[in-house]
């Protein structure tokens, strides 16, 4: 691996922490076209989702109970399809389709960022329920599955409800421990996961809760604005990177 790709999959996984810890905004939509450029993208699938469980163990601990755990019962039974939907679908496409598939989620992401706002400010205060809970659950699920990137869909759900920051990221924290777990039987069965990358993962596992901390020790001393915005600058141009395929591998 060059030193490039080995820099690319180590900020990938600083990342999962940073995210976890309720930092930079879109980092975790980040993590996995950076580490589909170092890996490529089946490969980078099955070698992050046991680091993204070891980061929402982290997570959990320092949010513990500071969440609102009703939204799992709007949201979960969606999620569950949405896994078993995607986990089908997933072993169709090449190599080169997932790549321009998490590129386009990566750029869909920064669009979805410049809007958001606007789609709020509509919405106004949401009172949670099943019958945007199932819809939003799938949504999740699928895009969970496919490039380990459905922040921006569980926002639909939970920004609306208008919660203390504390309790939004506590309550994502939450709900993504659950997908994440949801997935893991299905990404075993589909080859994803293995005992090479199980290996790969150990190497770069300690960089998991040194994000974590490394995000809550920023939380509390750098402007979050101007550091998302940077996120959003490195997560479309690595989308476009992904899409486009300049010097990857195939």
């Not at 999959?9 to 930092?23: D, N, Q, S, T």
């Not at 169709?92 to 321009?100: C, W």
């Not at 921006?152 to 759900?157: H, K, S, Y």
């Amino acid at each position: 691996m060059t030193l490039s790709a080995q820099l690319a999959a180590a900020l990938a996984v600083l990342f999962i922490g940073l995210a976890k810890a309720g930092f930079g905004g879109g980092l975790g939509m980040l993590t996995m076209p950076l580490c589909s450029l170092a890996f490529g993208a089946e490969e980078a699938l099955g070698l992050l989702l046991p680091l993204l469980c070891a980061g929402d163990a982290f997570s959990l601990w320092h949010y513990w109970r500071k969440w609102d755990v009703q939204n799992l019962r709007y949201l979960l039974p969606g999620v569950v399809g949405g896994v078993i939907l995607g986990s089908f679908f997933l072993g169709s496409f090449s190599p080169r389709q997932l790549n321009i598939l998490i590129g386009c989620l990566a750029l869909g992401f920064v669009v979805w960022q410049l809007v958001k706002e606007r789609v709020f400010a509509a919405e106004g205060i949401l009172s949670p329920g099943h019958r945007l809970g199932v819809p939003c659950g799938i949504g999740i699920g699928l895009t969970s599955t496919f490039a380990h990137g459905a922040g921006p869909v569980a926002a639909l759900f939970l920004v609306p409800q208008r919660m203390p920051k504390e309790i939004y990221v506590g309550t994502t924290v939450l709900l993504f421990t659950w997908v994440n777990w949801i997935k893991m039987p299905f990404f075993i069965a589909r080859g994803f996961i293995t005992e090479p990358l199980l290996l790969k993962g150990l190497i770069l596992l300690p960089l998991v809760p040194a994000g974590v901390w490394l995000g809550v020790w920023l939380n509390r001393r750098i402007p979050e604005v101007l550091f998302s915005r940077l996120v959003y600058i490195l997560t479309f141009l690595t989308g476009v990177q992904l899409v486009l395929g300049w010097g990857m591998r195939k």
